[in-house]
């Protein structure tokens, strides 16, 4: 199983992380949201794209997990650098409580 730090908040968070809310953004609507830093910038409308929008929202949202270009990870506890590992159990138990199906294996290992 595979760690990411959105993982690790959603598991340190629970149960609240399960009634979060998750939007997705198309480049336009990034675009109009950022208008007025598109301008301040001097860059075009019509020419902008990912690479330009991307620092632009980041910098205005300070969203928790990027620090590319607002550094404003903090983790709710200390390991943010060595995330905890879960046990097969830990995962089986995880994962059973978000309704899935666990079929037992006959592999030992962790």
């Not at 609507?29 to 980041?58: L, Q, T």
């Not at 300070?62 to 650098?81: E, H, I, L, Q, R």
């Amino acid at each position: 199983m595979g760690i990411s730090s959105v993982g690790i908040e959603v598991v340190e968070n629970m149960p609240d992380s399960l009634t979060w809310k998750v939007q997705l953004w198309k480049l336009d609507d990034c675009v109009n949201y950022c208008e007025a830093e598109i301008k301040k910038y001097g860059y075009s409308k019509s020419f902008i794209d990912i690479k330009h929008i991307e620092p632009i929202m980041i910098q205005k949202l300070s969203p928790k997990m990027n620090m590319t270009y607002n550094g404003s990870f903090t983790s709710t506890t200390n390991d943010a650098v060595e995330p905890k590992r879960f046990s097969k159990e830990e995962t089986t138990e995880l994962l059973r409580s978000f309704g899935f199906s666990v079929i037992p294996t006959t592999d030992d290992e962790d």
